[in-house]
């Protein structure tokens, strides 16, 4: 695939840094607002693939490797993992939420009832979206690039 | 507490967690060398299968196990995601991780020429922890979850050739089938759940009520299942999955089958073991038949086929034809308390022994054939002959293969098969006449493949064939070695795994009680 027009991809770089907070804000506040891990990530690889059919596959082949996305990808799945068998070590079973209660980090417990929403609370559970949110736009943005690679050839002859 | 009471205690969260971190920490690891990627994955499946082994020697001596993620205690309702693990899961299981290690050690050779392996060991490992969730988990819905990941890991695996068009052919017939049984599944859920609030298999098999939806929700969940292990009318996608798929993942897809075989047992006998009074025997007599007519058409198309690897695929499906006669056998005598004291717990004992053999004894014959194709490269069996001259070893474990297939003593075939003849002949005769003609028609079918591939005259094409490498050859003896021990001593076997197997598919309510302590029903 090739670049689009000049003023496509201006637009581009304009509106692209919008969505990749709008996509990190999801995936940070999994936790207190609907969304999470997978709906941020589908966000912010949606905005990585804007990139991709602006500026064309060969640009940003060159710019990223698809090895190193699917080294990304493992990191992401291997971090939700070893997250769960954590809550093996630290706490009592598999999966256990042993940050909440700690004074570490998302370590707090609200009090009970309407209260304003605090992101320093849930335990591991953001650190499992940051997980799963490395992973989906890793993984969903690996698979666009590879296709849209695949295909560049009936473009170019 | 000692590591090995921890190991114990959190077992069936491990069985599933280290495959699932193997399969993600494969590409890392690959990128430092392919040997050291090969160890890494045997080193993986050789830690879960000796996690399986001692949760099942645990099981075995009576304990079920339940494993609650997130939290110490059950709390009623249940809403936690739980495994539960009685003989009959550890039973399946430990076929599981005998197929997985097996296949494992045989991809060494077997596709060390092929490109792309990291992402393959990293299906493989994947498929492992979707089959142990299937046979582990407690929770209809999970069920469904590890259903869907089996199915994608064993479409990419099975069109893992994709120079060969027929293989993506084959990949892509299977995705269509595993959605829609996917699909069954999760409207049968959805049924369950919208009456009783509850996705938990105890608590569901406690308040069932065998209602108008409820016998909805059982027709979808045992169609559906069928369909995923290749029964009869749903068969047509096994033989291009398993024909098409290399040798060493076949083996795999076997255990994968054979995982929604126990999908529908675990269904019939602990989510509806309640109401089996209720429902006269036609369940069971369903499945009887399902399982005649899947021996019938499977050995009958096995015996027109012309291409070595359909032709096991036919034969496969005939043999789950014989796992569904005798457990269905069973299930039509259970509410009987006499007569399935008489007949019906032997028709069980010899379902639930033929799952293990009919695995071992295909997934042989897939390796054999796998053997064959690698040294030759030649799959239509019209092409192939005197082989026996070049391939000495690979020969004899086609030969201790064939004599297992086909039920003949001292092979682990014979006894389950004569099990089933026996207690299906006191049922109804025509049954077992049935089964003994199909099993006589399958040694037709294999005498007439053994002729065609091994004997005969030398071909100069095949001059330069050599035997198969040593790695190869120590996969198909490890399952050639359980196969004949199994044969000389099936009563041991008998008593140590299978009889709990029985028994804790008859003993529902013990399942059920595990979980709600205040169950009476049952027997």
């Known amino acids: 695939m090739n670049g689009m027009s000049r003023i496509v991809k201006t637009i581009t770089s304009i509106v692209f840094p919008f969505i990749m907070i709008f996509g990190l804000y999801i995936i940070a506040h999994g936790h207190l607002t609907p969304g999470g891990g997978f709906q941020g990530g589908a966000v912010v690889a949606s905005g990585c693939a804007m990139i991709l059919v602006a500026y064309g596959s060969v640009w940003t082949m060159g710019k990223i490797k698809e090895k190193n996305l699917s080294i990304l990808e493992s990191i992401g799945a291997i971090c939700f993992i070893i997250l769960a068998i954590l809550g093996l070590g630290f706490g009592t079973v598999f999966f256990k939420n042993f940050l909440v209660g700690s004074n570490i980090i998302f370590g707090i417990v609200p009090s009970f009832g309407s209260t304003i929403s605090n992101i320093n609370t849930a335990g591991v559970i953001p650190l499992m979206n940051f997980a799963v949110g490395l992973k989906v736009i890793v993984g969903l943005f690996g698979i666009v690039l590879i296709m849209a690679y695949a295909s560049r050839r009936r473009d170019n002859k | ?523």
């Open chain 2, 1 to 523: 507490m000692n590591f090995v009471d921890f190991l114990l205690q959190h077992s069936p969260a491990l069985i599933v967690a280290i495959p699932l971190l193997g399969a993600f920490l494969t590409p890392l690891v690959s990128r430092i060398n392919n040997k050291v990627r090969n160890i890494f994955v045997i080193i993986i499946l050789l830690i879960t299968t000796s996690i399986v082994l001692l949760l099942a020697l645990d099981v075995f001596a009576g304990n079920i196990h339940t494993y609650i993620f997130g939290a110490k205690d059950l709390t009623l309702p249940v809403v936690r995601i739980l495994f539960e693990v009685d003989a009959m899961s550890a039973f399946m299981a430990i076929i599981g991780s005998i197929l997985l290690l097996v296949s494992v050690i045989y991809s060494w050779s077997f596709i060390e020429e092929n490109s792309g392996l990291d992402k393959y060991y990293t299906l493989v490992l994947l498929l492992a922890a979707g089959m142990f969730g299937m046979m582990l988990t407690g929770d209809m819905f999970n069920f469904f979850v590890f259903l869907e990941i089996t199915s994608i890991a064993s479409c990419a695996l099975i069109a893992f050739w994709t120079n060969k068009g027929k293989a993506v052919e084959a990949a892509f017939k299977y995705i269509v089938i595993s959605s829609l049984a996917a699909l069954f599944v999760l409207f049968a859920i959805a049924l369950l759940y919208g009456q009783y609030n509850a996705l938990n298999i105890a608590v569901l098999g406690s308040v069932i009520q065998f209602s108008y939806l409820d016998k909805i929700a059982l027709v979808l969940l045992v169609a559906a299942l069928a369909m995923k292990a290749g029964i009869v009318p749903m068969h047509m996608w096994l033989p291009d999955a398993y024909g098409r798929a290399p040798a060493s993942v076949t083996i795999i897809l076997v255990g994968a089958t054979q995982a929604s075989l126990y999908g529908v047992f675990r269904v019939c006998f602990t989510l509806y073991g309640n109401t089996i009074n209720l429902s006269p025997t036609s369940i069971g007599w369903i499945i009887v038949l399902l399982g005649v007519i899947t021996m019938l058409i499977g050995v009958s198309m096995a015996l027109i086929q012309s291409d070595f690897k359909r032709l096991i695929a036919f034969s496969a499906v005939a043999e789950i034809g014989f796992i569904f006669l005798g457990i269905g056998t069973g299930l039509t005598l259970f509410a009987n308390n006499q007569m399935f004291g008489l007949i019906g717990s032997t028709a069980m004992s010899g379902g639930i022994f033929h799952i293990i053999n009919d695995s071992l004894d295909v997934g042989l014959l897939f390796l054999v054939a796998g053997a064959v194709y690698y040294a030759t490269k030649e799959t239509s069996l019209d092409k192939m002959g005197g082989l026996a001259r070049n391939m000495k070893y690979t020969t004899i474990f086609f030969i201790i293969g064939l004599l297992a297939i086909s039920g003949i003593p001292p092979m682990n075939g014979f006894a389950s098969k004569l099990l089933i003849y026996e207690s299906t002949f006191q049922l109804n005769p025509i049954l077992a006449i049935v089964a003994i003609l199909s099993s006589i028609m399958l040694l037709a079918v294999f005498v007439k493949v053994f002729h065609s591939v091994f004997l005969g005259p030398a071909q100069p094409k095949f001059k330069d064939v050599k035997e198969v490498p040593k790695t190869m050859l120590f996969a198909m003896g490890i399952i050639a070695s359980i196969i004949i021990i199994f044969g000389l001593f099936p009563d041991l076997v008998i008593n140590n795994i299978v009889e709990p197997a029985v028994n804790a598919l008859i003993n529902y309510s013990e399942y059920i009680r595990q979980v709600i302590p205040t169950f009476t029903g049952g027997f």
